[in-house]
C-alpha cells in the first residue's frame, strides 16, 4: 500500500468526466490510443493511454479496448496533471481505469452526465 495523503492533497486533483469525441491507435506501438476528449467549459484535449487490446499469451484478448469502444462514451479523467509527451503527442490528462489480472476496466457514470462534470 502507498503511503496515506491527506485531504488537501486529495483535494488537488481535479478529476472531471469527460466525453470521447475521437480515438485512433497511436502507431508502432501495441497498447495506446489517442483520444480527443470534450470536458464541457474546459474544451477539449488530447490524452493518450495505454488501454489498447492486444493479444495476452495464448491469443486471448487482455481486457484492452479498442478505438471503437471508446467514441461517445463518458469516463473520469484526471485534468490537472502535468502535460507529458507521449511518442511524440502531447497527453493532456490521464483517464482513471482498473487493471488486474484480467486485463483492463474502464470507469464510467451509470448514466449521461455534462461533459465536464467534477467528480467529487
Given amino acids: 500500500m502507498k503511503?496515506?495523503?491527506s485531504y488537501d492533497d486529495f483535494a488537488k486533483l481535479e478529476i472531471c468526466i469527460g466525453t470521447v469525441v475521437?480515438?485512433?491507435?497511436?502507431?508502432e506501438t501495441d497498447k495506446l490510443i489517442k483520444c480527443t476528449v470534450n470536458f464541457?467549459?474546459?474544451g477539449e484535449r488530447t490524452i493518450v493511454s495505454g488501454i489498447a487490446e492486444r493479444p495476452a499469451e495464448g491469443g486471448s484478448a487482455s481486457g484492452g479496448k479498442t478505438p471503437a469502444d471508446l467514441i461517445g462514451k463518458q469516463f473520469p479523467y484526471l485534468v490537472n496533471l502535468a502535460h507529458r509527451v507521449?511518442?511524440?503527442i502531447e497527453s493532456e490528462g490521464m483517464?482513471?481505469?482498473?487493471?488486474?489480472?484480467?486485463g483492463i476496466s474502464?470507469?464510467?457514470p451509470d448514466?449521461?452526465?455534462?461533459?465536464g462534470a467534477h467528480i467529487s
Avoid: C
Avoid at 95 to 102: F, M, N, P
Fill in 3 to 5: 503511503e496515506q495523503i
Fill in 22 to 27: 475521437s480515438a485512433e491507435l497511436v502507431p
Fill in 40 to 42: 464541457g467549459e474546459l
Fill in 86 to 88: 507521449i511518442r511524440g
Fill in 95 to 102: 483517464i482513471l481505469a482498473i487493471k488486474d489480472k484480467d
Fill in 106 to 108: 474502464l470507469l464510467n
Fill in 111 to 115: 448514466r449521461a452526465v455534462e461533459s
